[in-house]
C-alpha cells in the first residue's frame, strides 16, 4: 500500500478483516461486485512461523484454501482485469535441490511442519491457472522467500523466526536476562527478504509478467539460523548468550529459491539484508509498545505440542 500510494495511485481499495472475511464466498462476490477492482493483489492469508503452523493445520489449510477460491472466483465473475497471487517457497518438496527453480513444484513429499499451509498455496498457483486455461483471466502467481520487516507480526507464538527472535531478545534484554534462547540447532538455512522488496517486486510483476508459470521472489543469499540469531544479538543484546534448543524443530533444513526467472524478467532486490535487519531492529524498539503481537507470550500448551 505505501509503494503504491508513493507511485501515484489513488484509487487504493482494503477489505480489513473486520469488514469481510475472505472466507465467505457471497460476501466476497458481494464485495467485489460493489467495488469493481480492477487489479488485486492477493496478498491474505493465515500465516505464521514453525509453531503455529505445527499447532494449528486445520486453521493454516482452511483459512487459505477458503480465502484463495473466494477471491480467485470472485476476481472472474467481476471480470477483474488483472490479478496476482502471492503463495510461499515452503509450497517446494522437502528435499528439492538447492536453488529451487519453479518447475521442482509437485516432484516431492513436503515439509511435515508446514504441509496443510502448502497444500493451500499450491491449490492457489493452479486455480489462477484454471482460471487463465478455462475462462482467459489475466491471473498470475509470485511466490515469495521467508519475508521481514517493519510492522510484521512480533508475537512469539505465532510469529517467524526474525521478528521473534527480535522480541525475545528485547524482552530478555528488559528483564535483565543475559541467555537467549533459539529454537532447534540453528543449522537449518534460510533466505531472508526485506517487505519493501517484495512490494516492489509485486508491482513489478503486475506491471511486466502475464505468464501461466509461478515466478519465484528472492534474494539468491541465504544465511544460517545461528548466523541469524547471531547478528540480531549484536544489535539488540549484545551482552548475552545464545542457547540453541534442540528438542524444538528445525523445520526444512533449506529453502533457497532460484530467482533466475525473475532476474531474466529484469527485476533484482535492493536492500542489503545486515541494513535491512538493522532497521527492522531498530523500528521494533521503536514501536514495541504498538507492535502487533504485542503483549501475547508464549503459552504453556503451545510450547509443549512443539
Ligand atoms: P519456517 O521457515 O517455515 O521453518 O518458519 P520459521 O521462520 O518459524 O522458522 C525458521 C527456523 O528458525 C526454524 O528452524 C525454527 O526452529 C528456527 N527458530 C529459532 N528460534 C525461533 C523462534 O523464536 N521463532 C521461530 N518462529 N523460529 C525460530
Redesign the pocket.
Known amino acids: 500500500m505505501r509503494q503504491l500510494a508513493e507511485r501515484g495511485y489513488t484509487n487504493l481499495l482494503t477489505a480489513s478483516r473486520d469488514e469481510l472475511d475472505l472466507r465467505r464466498q457471497s460476501a466476497v462476490e458481494a464485495w467485489f461486485h460493489e467495488h469493481r477492482p480492477e487489479y488485486v493483489y492477493l496478498v491474505a492469508g493465515t500465516v505464521?512461523?514453525?509453531?503455529a503452523?505445527s499447532t494449528r493445520p486445520a486453521d493454516f489449510i482452511f483459512d487459505n484454501m477458503m480465502i484463495h477460491a473466494t477471491v480467485v472466483h470472485a476476481a472472474w465473475t467481476s471480470e477483474v482485469h488483472k490479478l496476482l497471487y502471492l503463495g510461499s517457497s515452503?509450497i517446494y518438496p522437502r528435499e528439492a535441490p538447492q536453488p529451487m527453480r519453479e518447475d521442482y513444484l509437485l516432484t516431492g513429499p513436503l515439509?511435515p511442519?508446514?504441509a496443510p499451509y502448502a497444500v493451500a498455496k499450491i491449490a492457489g498457483i493452479q486455480l489462477c491457472q484454471a482460471y487463465r486455461k478455462q475462462y482467459g483471466c489475466d491471473f498470475i502467481s509470485g511466490m515469495p522467500t521467508?519475508l521481514y520487516g517493519p510492522g510484521d507480526n512480533f508475537d512469539?507464538e505465532s510469529?517467524?523466526?526474525?521478528p521473534?527472535?527480535i522480541r525475545?531478545f528485547h524482552d530478555a534484554k528488559m528483564a535483565g536476562e543475559s541467555t537467549l534462547?533459539?529454537?532447534?540447532t540453528?543449522s537449518?538455512r534460510?533466505e531472508f527478504m526485506h517487505v519493501d522488496d517484495l512490494a516492489d517486486a509485486c508491482i513489478f510483476l503486475m506491471d511486466h509478467y502475464d505468464g501461466d508459470q509461478h515466478v519465484n521472489i528472492g534474494t539468491g543469499e541465504e544465511v544460517t539460523?545461528a548466523e541469524l540469531?547471531e547478528m540480531i544479538r549484536r544489535i539488540v543484546h549484545p551482552e548475552a548468550e545464545l542457547v540453541f534448543d534442540s528438542s524444538?524443530?528445525?523445520?526444512?533444513p533449506r529453502?533457497l529459491l532460484d530467482n533466475s526467472r525473475i532476474h531474466a524478467l529484469g527485476w533484482r532486490h535492493s536492500m542489503d539484508f545486515e541494513a535491512g535487519l538493522r532497521r527492522t531492529c531498530e523500528w521494533y524498539i521503536e514501536h514495541h509498545e504498538q507492535a502487533p503481537g504485542q503483549g501475547a507470550g508464549l503459552s504453556d500448551g503451545a510450547q509443549d505440542k512443539l
Do not use: Q
Not at 159 to 162: A, G, L, T
Not at 248 to 252: E, S, V
Open positions: 505464521g512461523g514453525i509453531l503452523n515452503c515439509e511442519t508446514n521467508n512469539p510469529s517467524h523466526v526474525i521473534g527472535l525475545k534462547t533459539v529454537w532447534g540453528g537449518p534460510r539460523i540469531a524444538k524443530p528445525d523445520g526444512t529453502k
